[in-house]
């Protein structure tokens, strides 16, 4: 009786069992789907950056002497042609009127001397005496008025202090460094970038530039340079690029970072076909594939695919095996068959 009963529970669960399996099998899987699109004839290329000043310059005084007006600090903006800093004028100022002295009365004495010439009461060589010292004299005077213009130091253009190599009431000697100045009206950002973006450099239409601390702003570039020959490494050349920076919003620096970015031909030009690199399957047997999608019989099949470049947006190239829309699948690959029904959860 009991050896019975046991047969008959195992009969209902053996059915129980196959009629669950059943159940399990006509539910179909369900996968996402992508369709196979065109990239553009163009590609993206994209280089780091490091912003310097448009300008610079190292500052010093033509003439020494102590300095009298140097209350300056770093980051002080002057325009140009505004007193930066000045030497005692004192000395100077005495050559200047010395000198203009010594200058009006040789230069009368020639007038008059050239007077006599021409009433031939005076030899030639008494007017070309004359002519010298009035020579002299007047070389003499325009030195002096240059050196006292030269105790001052004006800004060569707008721009701001960058960093101070003396101090007030400081003795300095001529053409020593007294201060560097530099322009970030405009920026120069400096990228170094490989020959073959170098080669075509003349095909590039615009350039976008993105500062790491504006967190992906863009901004556009006003105008741009490469360099005609490698840098010191000899593999790359410099890029440089201008921006203005005139934005009182925005406090742009010297010294910042970020991405520059541009759309370059491609050598080859038609469209490349794409699609997303989950949709990519591999297999020591097959090699690589991809499972496309019928929308028809809503069923699934393999196709064996070449592959091309691999973009940064997460798309890869496909050079072999699919044509465009076409459409394939990019999850659940690994529990699909040939000829499966499937179900599409996304649109």
């Known amino acids: 009786m009991r050896k019975t009963i046991f047969i008959y529970l195992a009969t209902i669960l053996a059915f129980s069992a196959c009629n669950n ?68 004028q004192r000395d100077f100022l005495l050559n200047k009127e010395s000198k203009e002295s010594q200058y009006i009365r040789a230069k009368a ?35 002096a008025v240059n050196a006292l213009n030269d105790t001052r130091l004006t800004a060569p253009f707008n721009g701001y202090i960058q960093n101070t190599k003396a101090e007030a009431y400081q003795v300095v000697r001529a053409n020593q460094l007294v201060l560097s100045f530099i322009n970030i009206e405009q920026l120069k950002l400096e990228s170094f970038i490989p020959e073959d973006v170098s080669f075509k450099s003349n095909q590039i239409q615009s350039i976008k530039v993105a500062f790491d601390a504006l967190n992906g702003v863009n901004i556009s570039a006003s105008s741009w340079d490469i360099s005609k020959s490698a840098t010191s490494n000899n593999i790359s050349f410099l890029l440089t690029t201008i921006i203005d920076n005139k934005n009182k919003d925005v406090n742009l620096l010297g010294g910042m970072t970020g991405t520059i ?31 496309i999608y019928n929308p028809k019989t809503k069923t699934v099949q393999t196709t064996s695919v070449s592959l091309g470049t691999l973009n940064k947006n997460a798309y890869t190239e496909i050079t072999k095996g699919l044509k465009e829309n076409d459409i394939v699948v990019t999850s659940g690959h690994n529990y699909l068959s040939n000829n499966m029904k499937v179900q599409i959860t996304n649109n």
């Open 21 to 88: 399996d059943k159940a399990i099998s006509l539910q179909p899987q369900t996968v996402s789907v992508e369709k196979v699109i065109t990239s553009e004839d163009s590609i993206r290329r994209e280089f780091p950056f490091i912003s310097k000043a448009y300008q610079s310059s190292e500052l010093s005084f033509r003439v020494g002497g102590p300095l009298v007006n140097f209350e300056i600090q770093t980051g002080d903006y002057f325009k140009k042609g505004e007193l930066i800093a000045s030497i005692d």
């Open 261 to 291: 970015s541009f759309l370059q031909p491609r050598d080859i030009q038609k469209k490349s076909l794409m699609i997303p690199q989950l949709a990519v399957c591999s297999r020591a047997s097959i090699g690589t594939y991809v499972w």
């Open 109 to 143: 004495e020639f007038e008059r001397v050239k007077s006599l010439y021409e009433k031939k009461n005076v030899s030639k060589k008494i007017l070309d005496n004359a002519k010298a010292n009035y020579s002299i004299s007047k070389t003499a005077y325009e030195t």
